[in-house]
């Protein structure tokens, strides 16, 4: 019964809407562009005309507002302004570039809203230039799609101070209040090539958190010098816990020197936990790769063990078929055990939450493909803006957050249970 109401609504909301314009004068439009050989879109084609009708229609009902009488009304007369002609400006559109008269006022106090003085472009087209950035294209390659499809011809220069535009947005977004506990944080570093006198690696530090509302939230980006490292891992942190969180249950990350302990030092209850998904990156780089798919199902028995002894019997099997071949791989997960194993204590849907492959992969994945089209930047703020662009369209129609909190539950049953209420505790 809802459902069919919810539906009869949605009928009536797109009749409304279109009964806004009329399909018989579309239709005649449209047959006499096609005979009189006008093409629908590109410069001068019927799609500009009615556009600059459009919005030459809603300038003028701006001025109309601003000086408070119509064209030509007699009411105008003595006011102290009145309409000063029109000048004529091109501005980049959706459909191709449109010339315009935007109407002025004699005493140039007239500020237009829809095409602001000095905006060469719709904010569709600004919209469009930022989401072709953050999907990885490069400023050249946008500068050619907008010649190809639209017959607009936009400089570099352009495309960069469009981009810009975001940087206040990333400013704010990186120095917003946080939450006061986290049940996940995963840490990690992709390094980028980054023009500073000469080009080099730099690491940028990425934080992905689980909520407690069972929503993943990046809570930032930073620009480290040089390789990544525990030092520089603990000014992230402190920045973390200066912004709000008080509290992180599980800290997921890789297995550099130095690091549970820079953590520790944040948060002294938080457990450790080396991420699964980078022993396993780590074991194949000493591996050949005709041996790879045997390693990751004689690992598997590992991770996936139901208690630290029984994962530890599995690690010997391991080292019995393979620790002779490649010893490098049995010392890297020996001294890796101890921030290993601790998930092996908990809940499976704890488990599921912290060995999951989803919440910083998918992250890293766009960040790459972001990266790889550049090839390197000419200072860090380029880099952190590409980065931003490129998570901040993660997910666009919500359908990842959607099934991260339908499965969430349970994990957060599992989590207060594991940790002594302190969620629950720190959310009130």
């Not at 009488?69 to 003595?78: K, T, V």
């Not at 980028?192 to 930032?220: F, M, Q, S």
């Not at 997921?252 to 396993?280: E, M, R, S, Y």
């Not at 919440?359 to 090839?375: F, L, P, T």
Request: aromatic share 8%; proline share 4%.
């Amino acid at each position: 019964m809802l459902a069919d109401l919810a539906d009869t609504g949605e009928v009536a909301k797109r009749k409304e809407r279109d009964s806004v314009v009329d399909a018989d004068l579309v239709g005649q439009l449209v047959a006499q562009a096609r005979d009189s050989g006008l093409q629908l879109t590109g410069e001068g084609g019927l799609l500009a005309q009615l556009t600059k009708l459009v919005v030459e229609s809603a300038l003028e009902g701006e001025i109309t507002d601003h000086l408070g009488y119509e064209h030509s009304d007699p009411a105008g007369r003595g006011t102290g302004n009145s309409r000063n002609g029109t000048r004529s400006k091109t501005v980049v559109t959706d459909v191709g570039p449109v010339e315009i008269d935007v109407p002025r006022d004699r005493d140039g106090s007239f500020e237009p809203q829809l095409v602001r003085k000095r905006q060469r472009r719709l904010e569709g087209v600004e919209n469009m230039v930022l989401s072709l950035s953050a999907k990885g294209l490069t400023h050249g390659e946008i500068c050619a799609h907008l010649q190809q499809v639209y017959g607009v011809e936009v400089s570099k220069q352009t495309i960069t101070t469009i981009t810009d535009k975001v940087i206040d947005g990333m400013t704010e977004w990186q120095n917003r209040p946080l939450d006061p506990v986290y049940p996940v944080v995963f840490l990690d570093a992709i390094h980028v090539k980054i023009r500073d006198g000469k080009v080099a690696n730099r690491p940028i530090y990425v934080a992905l958190a689980v909520t407690v509302e069972g929503r993943r939230d990046i809570l930032g980006l930073w620009a480290g010098d040089g390789g990544e490292g525990a030092k520089f891992w603990l000014q992230v942190l402190t920045e973390l816990r200066n912004r709000g969180v008080e509290d992180v249950l599980m800290c997921v990350c890789d297995g550099l020197k130095g690091f549970p302990d820079a953590i520790n030092q944040v948060w002294p209850a938080t457990v450790v936990q080396t991420c699964v998904v980078h022993l396993l990156r780590a074991s194949f780089r000493y591996a050949g790769r005709q041996d790879w798919d045997a390693i990751a199902k004689a690992l598997k028995p590992v991770y996936t063990a139901p208690t630290e002894s029984a994962a530890l019997e599995r690690f010997y099997e391991f080292v019995e078929v393979w620790g002779t071949k490649y010893p490098a791989i049995v010392r890297m997960w020996e001294n890796a055990w101890a921030e290993f194993t601790p998930f092996l204590a908990f809940d499976v849907e704890i488990r599921k939450v912290v060995c999951t492959t989803n919440a910083i992969e998918s992250v890293n994945a766009r960040i790459r493909k972001a990266v790889r089209a550049r090839g390197h930047f000419p200072n860090e703020q380029a880099a952190l803006k590409c980065i931003y662009m490129a998570i901040m369209s993660l997910d666009p129609t919500g359908t990842g957050q959607r099934k991260w909190v339908m499965r969430w539950k349970a994990a957060l049953n599992a989590f207060d249970i594991a940790f002594d209420g302190r969620l629950t505790a720190n959310r009130d």
